[in-house]
């Protein structure tokens, strides 16, 4: 690790603490003692996470004249899974500790605890290199790791009153599926014509083995995806538009360049699907390192194809301009909601030196969240818990979410220091304060998150300039 990127403030353990003392995330089913690789959104969690979603959906389907939305169930006919080749095809490499009997996933266990790259490789040579490394359990330390075998990542249900004779189903595993199965009904009903593309927000389902690090491997997640479908010879041209769009998104989202980078799969780790995939890697702190974030794929007309021949529907598009059938292929953009989340409150995490009202050292925790993804945009502060300072500190509040729509925060509780930094720690960008001579010249002060920099402005023009200063 650099200088650079071992001074960065944000440890995975400090954004776990701040996320549950300040009720972004929770873990899952705590008060049972919890349910590994779950976790629950709190008040402003779930306030981020919907920012999150509706600044892609605003960006890639509402802004777009060539990309319509869908919102599919979560359950569908098993033949899909048969069809994508997830039953066959959808499996991680474990390990077993005879010992302990712990499991593993043996491609991490290479990567992890020997340096060695395991992408592409095969579960009997992951088994000979763990066998070459004498390999010791990282839970209880013996040497008794059982050979590496696939085991299938997707979650089963039963539909029907018995489990014995009901049919049964998955859990989606990834929210792409149904873009292809309703691509018929969208090409019939929406008057879209090529290239176009169908976007999802919605939860995706896997049974993830290694715990995870805080929400970045979760066993249930949201994912945002778009399958654009193009004429089969335009995909490189327009994998190379949505590389653009995907490098805009991340800039727009606020992340630092020198925490991303991009890499191109080899071919032996491409999945079964793809002809050509790029990851959107992070580099997230502590042991996790550089990870993917995003994915970049060009999955030919491989969907559809095997969708047609398992359906038995003839899912060709129909050119009117050349009079020509045949199956478009797809580019496809996918994005991780959770690891979105992660990756912005990382980046976001800061610490300042201070010294406190008595001159001693002090510790500003900081969230430098950008304006358009913070849960609060203000947060509305009088100074005194009085009626004459309250009262005009709700016709404020009031004002901003009738007008703009703004999430406001109000707090006319502890000092106003305390106040200030219970802001800055949730990621605020601007706290306005009423105090007595509020009500002699009308004006209210503005402070900056990012500066501690104050204004003062009439109270007529908060609207304005909070529009302004968030967008
Ligand atoms: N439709 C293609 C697809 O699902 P993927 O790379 O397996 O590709 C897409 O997943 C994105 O979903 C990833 O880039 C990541 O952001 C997110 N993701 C995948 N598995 C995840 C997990 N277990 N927990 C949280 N996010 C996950």
């Not at 060009?298 to 050349?322: A, I, K, P």
């Amino acid at each position: 690790m650099s200088g650079e990127e071992g001074a960065r403030a944000a440890s995975m353990e400090k954004i776990v603490a701040l996320c549950k003392r300040r009720g972004y995330i929770f873990p899952g089913s705590e008060i049972y003692g919890g349910l590994a690789n779950t976790w629950d959104f709190g008040p402003l969690g779930v306030e981020l996470k919907n920012n999150v979603k509706q600044l892609w959906w605003k960006t890639f389907v509402h802004r777009r004249r060539d990309i319509v939305g869908l919102d599919a169930g979560i359950l569908m006919h098993p033949r899909v899974w048969e069809a994508s080749g997830h039953v066959v095809n959808f499996n991680d490499p474990l390990v077993d500790c005879k010992t302990c009997k712990s499991r593993f996933r043996a491609d991490h266990l290479i990567e992890d605890k020997l340096g060695m790259q395991a992408s592409g490789k095969t579960p009997d040579e992951m088994s000979a290199i763990l066998r070459e490394a004498n390999m010791a359990c990282p839970h209880c330390g013996n040497r008794t790791l059982t050979d590496a075998r696939q085991f299938n990542m997707m979650f089963s249900t039963t539909i029907g009153p018995v489990s014995e004779t009901g049919t049964k189903v998955f859990l989606r595993p990834e929210t792409a599926q149904a873009m292809f199965v309703d691509y018929k009904s969208v090409v019939a009903t929406s008057r879209v014509k090529l290239p176009f593309g169908i976007a999802q927000i919605g939860k995706a389902f896997r049974n993830e083995i290694t715990p995870g690090n805080f929400i970045f491997r979760d066993i249930e997640f949201d994912q945002m995806e778009i399958e654009y479908f193009v004429k089969p010879d335009d995909g490189p041209r327009a994998f190379d538009e949505w590389l653009a769009a995907m490098k805009s998104w991340v800039k727009m989202i606020g992340l630092s360049e020198k925490y991303v980078r991009i890499r191109e799969h080899e071919e032996s780790e491409l999945s079964h699907y793809s002809s050509r995939t790029l990851d959107f890697e992070y580099f997230f702190p502590g042991t996790l390192g550089w990870k993917e974030l995003y994915g970049l794929a060009s999955r030919t007309d491989f969907d559809l194809r095997q969708h047609q021949e398992f359906s038995g529907e003839d899912l060709r598009y129909f050119d009117q301009e050349s009079g020509e059938r045949f199956l478009p292929h797809v580019i496809e953009p996918t994005f991780g909601v959770e690891r979105t989340i992660l990756t912005v409150l990382i980046d976001a995490y800061d610490e300042e030196q201070t010294v406190d009202v008595n001159g001693k050292p002090d510790t500003r925790v900081l969230l430098r969240l950008s304006p358009k993804l913070a849960p609060y945009k203000a947060a509305i502060l009088p100074l005194m818990k009085k009626p004459e300072l309250t009262g005009p500190a709700w016709d404020l509040f009031n004002q901003i979410q009738d007008e703009t729509g703004y999430q406001v925060d109000y707090d006319e509780t502890a000092n106003i220091g305390k106040r200030y930094r219970r802001q800055d720690e949730v990621g605020t960008p601007y706290c306005i304060t009423i105090d007595p001579t509020t009500l002699e010249d009308g004006a209210v002060t503005i402070r900056d998150r990012d500066t501690t920099e104050q204004v003062r402005i009439p109270l007529g023009d908060v609207v304005p300039w909070l529009r302004e200063h968030i967008g």
